[in-house]
Structure formats: C-alpha cells, structure tokens
C-alpha cells in the first residue's frame, strides 16, 4: 500500500502539469485566434471568442452590437509572449505592452478582457472587458 502512495505522489505533479501544459496550449491558440481576428478584421469572429458579459458590456456601452463597437476599441497590437498562466478556469496572457484574461465555459475558454496595462495602484486599465 506504501508504494501506491509512493508512486501517486510522484505521478501527481506529472499528470497535473500535463493537464496544465494542455490549458495553456489551448488558452494561447484561442488568444492567438482572437489577435488573428482583430487583424483581418473579422469583428464578427473576434466577437465571437468574447466572454458573454464581455460582448454585452461593449454592446451596452457603444449602443451598438459587437461587430461594429470592437473596431472602435482599438486595441493594441500583441508584442512578444511573455508567459500564459492558468487558474483552474481563469487565465492570464502576458505580452510585451498587452495582458488578457480568459475564463473556461464548459471547454471553451473566452475572452473576458483585453488590451489590460497595469495601472498602479490598481491592478489592470483594459480597454475591453466584462463586468
């Protein structure tokens, strides 16, 4: 019995750190999908990786839908990757001048704000975000 315990403590880290690794991997492609977007100008796809109470934010705010409210934003243009970090469903992706924040639904991770600078003694300025 010992060295079940033995071996799932030193399994544990492993398969933890792959579930992570695969989080990140998925966190970074949607990110990577959301700048992809903003360049081509697809508003509609761009929109459609916002978090819910992200787009009705920026729908409430501009009095227009999403499409036509998110060329207005103009958010920054992504320097290089800094880090990915993920938080059980929440997730930060740090770039050189840029950070976003993410939240899993269900399996999808969303944006939930983008174009954030830190602000001190606030912690984050962003120029899109959800309640």
């Not at 009705?56 to 970090?85: F, H, I, M, N, W």
């Not at 740090?94 to 939930?112: I, K, M, N, P, S």
């Amino acid at each position: 019995m010992r060295w079940w315990f033995t071996t799932l403590a030193l399994l544990l880290p492993m398969i933890l750190t792959g579930c992570a690794s695969g989080q990140e991997d998925a966190v970074r492609d949607r990110v990577a999908s959301f700048h992809d977007a903003i360049k081509g100008q697809d508003w509609a796809g761009a929109c459609a990786l916002l978090a819910p109470e992200t787009r009705t934010e920026l729908e409430a705010a501009a009095k227009k839908p999403c499409s036509e409210a998110l060329p207005e934003e103009q958010l920054p243009e992504p320097g290089a990757l800094d880090r990915v970090d993920v938080f059980g469903t929440m997730a930060e992706v740090r770039f050189q001048g840029e950070t976003l924040f993410l939240t899993r639904f269900a399996d999808d991770w969303l944006l939930h704000a983008a174009g954030c600078t830190p602000q001190p003694p606030k912690p984050y300025d962003c120029a899109l975000h959800g309640g």
